[in-house]
Structures are given as C-alpha cells and as structure tokens.
C-alpha cells in the first residue's frame, strides 16, 4: 500500500474530523500550542529538576547530554533524511488537498510532512525523561504534553495523522534505545540506589519538583488559554 492508499483510506477520514474548526478561539489556541516558544518554561523546568536531584556535576551533564543528543538525532533523521526520502506532500502543500484544508492565519509549513518532527521530538524528550524519573503522574503529564502537540499538527493540517503515529513510535523508539546508553554510563559514574520514600520515586526524583515541572505545564496551556480569548 502506497502513501496514496493510505492517505485515501486512512488519513483523509481521520482528518476530516480532527482538522481545523470554525472556532477562532481554538484556531488560536491550537495555533500557540504548536509554537516552540511557549514551551521554553518546561524546559527549563526538566533542566532545574535534574539539577536539583543528581549530586555531582557529572551526572547532571551526562543527563543533559543524553537528552539533548536525544533530541536532536531523533529530529536529525526526520528532517535531513526521511522526509527529503519520501517527499510526502503535507496536506497544506499537497496540489490536490491544500486547498480543502483549513489554514489559520497562512500557515502552511515547510514542504513535506512524512514523518511529523514535533510529533518525534516531543515524544523523545517525553519518554526519555518519563524513564529517568519513573513516576506515574510525570509519565501521564508528559505523554499527555506530546500528545498534544501532535495532535495540533493535525488540527492545522500540516501533517497527516500517520505521520504524527509514526512520529511518536520514532520519538519513542530513541528515546528508548538512548534511556539503555545512558543507563550503561550511569552505572560507571553512579551507584546503584533504589529509593523507598514518600517523597522520592524509586530514582531518586523529589515529587515537589516533579509537580513544579507537571504545574509548569498547566500553567503554559492556561497562557495559551488567555492569548486565545484576548489575542495581542
């Protein structure tokens, strides 16, 4: 089945439903969700929170460093190899389709959307991070981040919704095979601990800074909530 089929049979569909809205609040809200900037705060916030719960200077980088590396081989391949690859039209480029999709405010993206690299990024940073810290509610919030951002690549029509499935299965798949690197490291430089506490989960992550990061996150969303009902 080619890209054609599929996009006939399966993404065409699902799209009708989930794209686009005759709700300018949405298309506003959406559209600040799918932004990079907004997110800058949760960022910083992952960062503060390995800062505060590893001990030595060389753990912290190895951390960071992993997560970055992370990051950016998963969006190295989507952008300099697959797409360019494949040369699947995004639905706001496609001849065809474009001009059945509903666009806010001309956005269109860059020319080719197989696969999604927000759907891959977001996916990457949240499984990586969600390993690292192994709490149920962090785990909820983060995959709920990425979710989300993927789903405003569909709801803008920048991407069909099967390149934001195999976005996140690629954004998974090296945050995964990443999280085991950087276990074999951690070893070397870092005792075996297991924590039992109330205040700590079983790696050593304090939940006050877990929630900072999980309300960090609701506070970006009610941002995005207030620049959709009073835009500048």
Not at 21 to 34: G, N, P, V
Not at 193 to 214: E, L, P
Request: glycine fraction near 4%.
């Amino acid at each position: 089945m080619d890209f054609h089929s599929i996009t006939y049979y399966f993404d065409l569909p699902i799209m009708q439903v989930l794209q686009g809205s005759d709700s300018l609040f949405m298309d506003r809200f959406i559209y600040t969700l799918t932004q990079p900037w907004p997110w800058i705060p949760l960022y910083l916030m992952l960062i503060l929170m390995v800062i505060k719960n590893n001990a030595t200077l060389k753990q912290i980088l190895l951390i960071l460093g992993f997560a970055i590396l992370t990051v950016s081989f998963a969006d190295l391949v989507v952008n300099e190899l697959v797409k360019p690859y494949f040369m699947r039209w995004r639905p706001t480029r496609d001849p065809v389709l474009k001009y059945t999709i509903d666009v806010f405010q001309n956005y269109r993206s860059g020319k080719y959307g197989f696969f999604s690299a927000h759907a891959a990024n977001t996916m990457s940073v949240a499984m990586f991070f969600c390993l690292l810290v192994r709490s149920r509610l962090f785990t909820i919030a983060m995959i709920s981040w990425s979710l989300l951002n993927g789903y405003t690549r569909i709801y803008l029509g920048v991407h069909y919704p099967s390149d934001v499935c195999v976005g996140f299965l690629w954004g998974a798949l090296v945050a995964s095979v990443s999280y085991c690197c950087f276990s074999f490291f951690n070893r070397r430089i870092t005792p075996d601990k297991n924590f039992i506490s109330t205040h700590y989960t079983s790696t050593g992550y304090a939940y006050r800074d877990i929630y900072n990061v999980i309300l960090t996150l609701l506070l970006i969303c009610i941002f995005a909530l207030f620049r959709a009902l009073f835009p500048i």
